[in-house]
């Protein structure tokens, strides 16, 4: 159960200090899928707008994925709640084959390119959306049982880019990430101000609905969503610093600025002498910077960390390529480059009958 400050509505006084921070903004748009939170971000926003003489055009958003029967008719209802409030409401679908694994995160990544697309005709200099202190709860319990580093246990920054290729320095703002939802919900009751139900929340295919289930349960032990949100708070604070300290390091061991093409090289004595998490972090850094396939996996590059620190102990010269770069060791440096392309050799031939015995009967 809620308590009583976590079931107070949201003051119009802290709807300010929420939003002022944006009111220089030419637009913003809101990420409004119809459920309570998103719903309380467009009434919340709304208020705080009117309340004003100048500031933001104000533009909902709703993405409709297309996956569940009614979702058509919840964009309708943020369309008439927006239109009722004074603000500009606009739906977009994610059209095209859905794939059959991996749903949520090829949703998210849809809906992400969608809000760009409309921050983008709109000039908005931000996209909101209405992640809340649960939210946050969630997604630190979800990436210890993926078995994050420190930056992923930092789970959401309240501001950060758009996570997108196309967002063109668009900001992710999550104005309500320190609020309860219950205190949303609140907001929504006292206004009178109905919402969707979305059964997915519920659903025990999904990680998250999984651990929501649990949240009551890791309260009463003390980890409430406030206690787990502060642990993220105070792990962004130490992933900020671990950054500065890769920055000095990146100049330290290799000698000055890194070029903006081309392989690094770094003084291999050094590296060895770094503590383990910077050199990790100075590995994965470089890695990024000349590889071509993404960001690097935790697990793989703490494995190459450790053959890369065995091979400079035994003296010897090793290689090893990962997320498109290839790691060099060799007269006392290290050298991270962009791979070789990587080539096919020709296919082996084998006799029908040992084909046949392979592939089954």
């Known amino acids: 159960m809620p308590t009583a400050e976590q079931a107070t509505p949201v003051s119009a006084v802290e709807a300010k200090s929420l939003f002022d921070p944006y009111a220089d903004a030419c637009a913003l748009v809101l990420a409004v899928s119809g459920g309570a939170d998103s719903t309380a971000l467009l ?55 859905k794939p059959a694994t991996g749903l949520q995160q090829a949703a998210r990544i849809a809906r992400y390119r969608l809000l760009a697309a409309a921050a983008r005709a709109a000039n908005a200099a931000a996209v909101l959306t209405a992640h809340t202190l649960d939210d946050q709860a969630e997604t630190l319990l979800i990436r210890m049982s993926r078995g994050s580093g420190p930056g992923g246990l930092g789970a959401m920054a309240p501001v950060t880019a758009l996570p997108v290729d196309a ?40 990680a998250r609905a999984r651990l929501r289930a649990l949240m009551p349960a890791l309260a009463r032990e003390g980890l409430d969503a406030r206690r787990l949100a502060l642990l993220a708070r105070r792990l962004r604070r130490a992933e900020a610093a671990l950054d500065r300290a890769v920055d000095h390091a990146a100049e ?27 050199a990790l972090r100075l590995l994965a850094r470089a890695i ?16 190459l960390h450790v053959a890369l620190t065995r091979a400079y102990g035994e003296k010897s010269r090793w290689r090893r390529t990962l997320a498109g770069a290839l790691v060099t060791l060799a007269d006392d440096r290290i050298v991270v480059e962009r791979a070789p392309p990587r080539t096919r050799g020709p296919r082996s031939r084998r006799p029908a009958c040992l084909r046949e015995r392979e592939n089954g009967p």
Do not use: Y
């Open 43 to 97: 009434l919340l926003a709304a208020r705080w707008r009117r309340a004003r003489k100048r500031g933001p055009r104000l533009l909902a958003v709703t993405i409709d994925h297309g996956l569940r029967r009614g979702s058509g008719a919840e964009a309708r209802a943020v369309q008439r709640l927006a239109r009722r409030l004074g603000v500009t409401h606009r739906t977009l679908r994610w059209t095209g084959k």
């Open 167 to 206: 967002a063109q320095g668009i900001a992710l703002v999550r104005p309500l990430l320190d609020i309860p939802k219950a205190r949303l919900l609140a907001t929504l009751a006292r206004a009178k101000v109905a919402f969707a139900d979305d059964p997915s929340n519920r659903d025990p295919r999904f």
């Open 252 to 278: 330290a061991l290799s000698d000055g600025a890194w070029p903006e093409r081309g392989p690094i090289v770094f003084a291999a004595q050094k590296f060895a002498g770094a503590p383990a998490e910077l």
């Open 288 to 303: 990024a910077r000349v590889g071509d396939e993404g960001p690097v996996e935790l697990g793989k590059l703490e494995a």
